[in-house]
């Protein structure tokens, strides 16, 4: 298995250290060259959706990265990667979203929620997080806190608005891998 992750900006580091110590072979995309090479799935990391659209854009990434997408390649968006994949941007999930969703004060917190498909509680630490307003055919919602969704599925996409590289526990990574490698 071999997962590529977007590098233009936000915590791509962190989720190669996490794909590191679970074992798993990662590599960074900066460029469309980079992008190339052989891969089994996509992470999109946290980070500014703004900037990393632009980037997307600039870099002759977006329709290469959204057709993949279209045509089933995996793809997990965390925080800033989740806003990548809704109706504003790569579009390629039917779901609506609320940027910076719970204000400056409460922009950033940690909990513990439940995650359907995993078996414990799964840590997570949100950062000027958004969450899912409304999701269309085809999405599953998988984790639900304080009455937003948090996490949800369509196919082979993946997203959750918190940050799982940033507690020590692999289970959407697990339930992420399961996606594709079953
Ligand atoms: N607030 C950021 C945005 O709207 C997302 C924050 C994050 O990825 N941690 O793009």
Redesign the pocket.
Known sequence: MRIAILALQ?AFEEHRQMLLKYGVESFLVRTLADYQQPKDALIIP?????TMLKLLKDLSLFDVVKNDIEAGLPVFGT??GL?MLDDKHLGTMNIEVK??AYGRQLGSFATEGDFDGIDHKIPMTF????YIEKVGDGVEVLSVVDGNIVAARQGNQLVTAF?PELNEDFGVYEYFFSIFAA
Do not use: K, M
Request: hydrophobic share 25%; charged share 20%; glycine share 18%.
């Open positions: 936000g946290g980070g500014e959706s703004t925080c800033a806003i940027r910076n950062i000027r997080a958004p940050h």
